[in-house]
């Protein structure tokens, strides 16, 4: 199941999501959403659904597993060693880029982690 859903959360967003513009939509909600299923596999007992769910204004992602712990979000790296990790980046990644982003515990049933990201990103403000 690992390597399906990491397929799937990598194929799938990129032809549902094509959108005009420079925003590169798609590629967050690959990112974010292969994060999630890559956790779920990995730390949550097995992945259970993912929604993907597209409104005018926003698009948004959930993923169950059937783990009922809650994740952690790790700090950024200290020291330059572990900047070589590939592992453990995440929910900070989720957290930086999503525009919302929680987590709904099922109590024993497991947890569903998700997130949000605006269709059309807002202009940023140069000084």
């Keep these: 199941m690992t390597f399906a859903a990491r397929a799937w959360s990598r194929r799938t967003p990129p032809g549902l999501l094509e959108h ?3 925003y590169a939509l798609a590629d967050d909600v690959e990112l974010l959403l292969s994060e ?10 097995g992945l259970d659904t993912v929604h993907l769910h597209c409104t005018p204004a926003t698009v948004r992602a959930a ?14 790296p200290a020291a330059s060693h572990d900047l070589h990790l590939d592992y453990g980046r995440g929910l900070l990644l ?3 880029i999503a525009a ?9 049933h497991g947890k569903t ?3 949000e990201l605006p269709i059309h990103r807002p202009p940023t403000v140069t000084r």
């Design 100 to 108: 919302t982003w929680g987590v709904d515990q099922h109590h024993n």
């Design 36 to 45: 999630l299923c890559t956790n779920a596999v990995q730390h949550g007992d």
């Design 63 to 76: 993923v169950s597993d059937r783990n009922p712990a809650l994740p952690t979000v790790r700090n950024a």
């Design 113 to 115: 982690v998700r997130f």
């Design 94 to 96: 989720v957290a930086a």
């Design 20 to 22: 005009p513009g420079g």
